[in-house]
Nanobody
Framework: QVQLVESGGGLVQAGGSLRLSCAAS????????MAWFRQAPGKEREFVAA????????NYADSVKARFIISRDNAKITTYLQMNSLKVEDTAVYLC?????????????????WGQGTQVTVSS
């Protein structure tokens, strides 16, 4: 069964850093684009960042540009989200997603596979 499993969330003070990981269950994911979304309580799911299968294309939401970095290690079938200079408003459940067609856009409905999410809480 195809699975995406996120890890690395936690509680951090504003200005701190966290690195999230998304481990895939199959090397088939190495040809998929990968993305991170987040969802805060009472809010819609929000695009954070996406990366193409070979890392050549990376897209970011304006709200995280210059603070977050998306990367992937296909040998480990894992995608990462390095989050720096965290703000209270970054608090959310972070979910990773995969798209078989290679899309790296911000629309969640275009992604085919989803993980369960990992909680990130930033305190002031």
């Amino acid at each position: 069964q195809v699975q995406l499993v996120e890890s690395g969330g936690g509680l951090v003070q504003a200005g701190g850093s966290l690195r999230l990981s998304c481990a895939a269950s199959s090397r088939t994911f190495n040809i998929y684009s990968m993305a991170w979304f987040r969802q805060a309580p009472g809010k819609e799911r929000e695009f954070v960042a996406a990366i193409s299968w070979n890392g050549a294309t990376r897209n970011y939401a304006d709200s995280v540009k210059a603070r977050f970095i998306i990367s992937r290690d296909n040998a480990k079938i894992t995608t990462y989200l390095q989050m720096n200079s965290l703000k209270v408003e970054d608090t959310a459940v972070y979910l990773c997603a995969a798209d078989r067609s290679g899309n790296t856009g911000p629309r969640s409905r275009e992604y085919d596979y989803w993980g369960q999410g990992t909680q990130v809480t930033v305190s002031s």
